[in-house]
């Protein structure tokens, strides 16, 4: 996955991750999806996409405080998601030469791009516009022609529509790339909300108490500092 930042290590091979049955954007268990079966408004089975959440170690210390979160960005900047442009393999293939050595199989997990239109930019630098926000994880199509969704854990995909501070690294070919403790969502009255399962990080903690343009005042102070 070269070019993505490592603030996560995965800890198995996918094919062995938890299998969650997903319905749209929500997950269920067995049960309750045995349950959906047999309901006369659920799915019907080619809807319905297999979940493979991959095991994920995160660099937790990175969002120890504001400051830190702060200083291990490259860009912190308000956005909002306007579009799934697509995704993209983790590898690229080699241009010419002897074939690489085959990689393991969760180095080619897929990578979603969402188009993100900057709002605000508070600390670093961006160009004016949008920008692409890639996420590890997506839809792959089996060579039987089923489908199957992979996530890593903790790491919801973000939500076209919703705006998010981003605290962002920079990748060569000019897109970002964010932890899922490096995306707060903003509300419509301004105030800032963690990730689900993220809420208890001291950025997270901290940012959360604060309204926007509060928060986006003490990262901007912090980045001068």
């Known amino acids: ?49 297999p979940e493979i959440e991959v095991p994920a ?24 998601v306007v579009a799934l442009k697509g995704q993209r393999p983790s590898l690229t293939q080699p241009s010419g030469g002897a074939p690489e050595a085959p990689a393991p199989r969760w180095a080619d997990l897929p990578v979603s791009q969402f188009e993100v239109l900057i709002e605000s930019v508070v600390s670093g630098t961006l160009p004016t516009g949008t920008v692409i926000l890639e996420q590890i994880g997506g839809v792959e199509t089996r060579p039987d022609g089923t489908r199957v969704r992979f996530k890593l854990e903790h790491d ?38 963690a990730a689900a399962g993220w809420e208890h990080l001291g950025a997270m903690t901290a940012l959360s108490r604060k309204n926007l343009e509060d928060a986006e005042r003490e990262i901007s102070a912090t980045s001068r500092d």
Do not use: H
């Open 1 to 49: 996955m070269s070019g993505i930042k490592a603030w996560v290590v995965l800890l198995s091979v996918a094919v062995f991750g938890s299998f969650v049955v997903a319905c749209g954007g929500g997950a269920a268990d067995s049960n309750s999806a045995s349950k959906a079966a047999t309901s006369s408004a659920a799915p019907s089975a080619s809807d319905v996409v």
């Open 57 to 80: 170690l995160w660099a937790l210390g990175d969002a120890r405080d504001v400051q830190t979160l702060t200083d291990t960005a490259e860009a912190v900047f308000r956005g909002k």
């Open 156 to 193: 919801e995909p973000v939500q076209v529509g919703q705006t998010y501070l981003f605290f962002a690294s920079l990748q060569d070919d000019g897109s970002v790339v964010a932890p899922p403790f490096g995306r707060m969502n903003v509300r419509p009255d301004g105030s800032l909300a």
